[in-house]
């Protein structure tokens, strides 16, 4: 069984940095692309970033964009967000979710769609 | 900037049909945004229903079905049942390795 658990989330103050991780189970890690997705409370899904299964491709939103950065370690099965320079609007639950592309997958990444979702972890900046 | 539209909240009754749809601010929705459905129950994550538009996701029911109505996604319940309620979302691809979400509709089954 598929298992994606998220931790690192905590409080912070503005300006302050936080690394998130999400250690995945029960699949070959290195074969899958991942997201992390951000829900601000009472609010609805962001998108956040992207990495390809190798770590060679992220993209990000424009409005996490140079202040954050994806990684991932598929010897350990982990799967990282290193969030710098917080702002109060980045307060939100961070999930991480397997991608996924059926039947094949586009070499520009547009078909693939988060499959699997984790419990996320919660951030929250504030002074 | 490019927004994702949905309906606020939705509502149906128990065995009936409804239409959600998902538009963009700046044009028609096409199957090159590859439109994908996610259902999220209140404290849960949320789970993949349909990608690619209309691709049921693993255990899915038939009666959930995805397609593209007009110049908008859709997302189509039959046989709406209780456990339905719920927020819906659905993820456009922007193109250049980005996705947008939209603003997500909340579906009550009364």
């Known amino acids: 069984q598929v298992r994606l658990m998220e931790s690192g989330g905590g409080v912070v103050q503005p300006g302050r940095s936080l690394r998130l991780s999400c250690m995945a189970s029960?699949?070959?890690?290195?074969?899958?692309?991942m997201f992390w997705v951000r829900q601000a409370p009472g609010k609805g899904l962001d998108w956040v970033a992207f990495i390809g299964h190798h770590g060679d491709a992220a993209y990000y939103a424009d409005s996490v964009k140079g202040r954050f950065a994806i990684s991932r370690d598929n010897s350990r099965n982990t799967l990282y967000l290193q969030m710098d320079n917080l702002r109060p609007d980045d307060t939100a639950i961070y999930f991480c979710?397997?991608?996924?592309?059926?039947?094949?997958?586009?070499?520009?990444?547009?078909?693939?769609?988060?499959?699997?979702w984790g419990e996320g972890t919660t951030v929250t900046v504030s002074s | 900037q490019t927004v994702v539209t949905q309906e606020p909240s939705l509502s149906v009754s128990p065995g009936g049909t409804i239409t959600l749809t998902c538009g963009l601010n700046?044009?028609?929705?096409?199957?090159?945004?590859?439109a994908s459905w996610y259902q999220q129950s209140p404290g849960q994550p949320p789970r993949s229903l349909i990608h690619?538009?209309?691709l049921r996701s693993s255990g899915v029911p038939n009666r959930f079905a995805g397609s593209i109505l007009g110049v908008k996604a859709a997302l189509t319940i039959t046989g709406a049942q209780a456990d339905d309620e719920s927020d819906f979302y659905c993820?456009?691809?922007?193109?250049?390795?980005?996705?947008?979400f939209g603003g997500g509709t909340k579906l009550t089954v009364l």
């Open positions: 993820a456009l691809y922007g193109g250049g390795g980005t996705w947008m």
């Open positions: 029960g699949l070959n890690f290195g074969a899958y692309s």
């Open positions: 700046s044009g028609p929705v096409s199957i090159n945004n590859f």
């Open positions: 690619s538009t209309n």
């Open positions: 979710a397997r991608a996924a592309c059926v039947p094949r997958c586009s070499p520009d990444f547009s078909n693939y769609y988060m499959a699997v």
